[in-house]
């Protein structure tokens, strides 16, 4: 079992999240205005990086809000969750700096 930290309810059990891929993913100002190559684009194609990665997760089980969460892709451990709408916050590495 994996603890996820809700922004508005706290720690709960993982089976009470969804996820919701990729985060900070801007939505076309105008999609009817895109190519079917671009709206493809947009649809399918995220970034996959081996390590921290910014994600959406909504609370399904419980508040029902979305957020966003800083996960690391090798370990699943959750380095920070935030609100939606606000910035992506800065990690600390072992080394003393952010990244």
Excluded at 28 to 36: K, N, Y
Excluded at 57 to 86: I, M, Q
Aim: proline fraction near 6%; charged fraction near 25%; hydrophobic fraction near 30%.
């Amino acid at each position: 079992m994996m603890l996820i930290e809700c922004p508005n309810c706290g720690p709960r059990n993982e089976t009470e999240f969804k996820y919701g891929g990729q985060a900070h993913v801007a939505y076309p100002a105008d999609p009817h205005a895109l190519s079917d190559k671009e709206w493809a684009h947009f649809l399918f194609y995220r970034q996959n990086p081996k390590g921290i990665f910014a994600e959406r997760w909504v609370h399904s089980g419980g508040c029902r809000k979305w957020f966003n969460a800083l996960r690391d892709t090798v370990t699943y451990e959750f380095k920070a969750v935030y609100r939606a709408g606000e910035a992506r916050p800065e990690l600390q590495n072992t080394q003393g700096g952010t990244r």
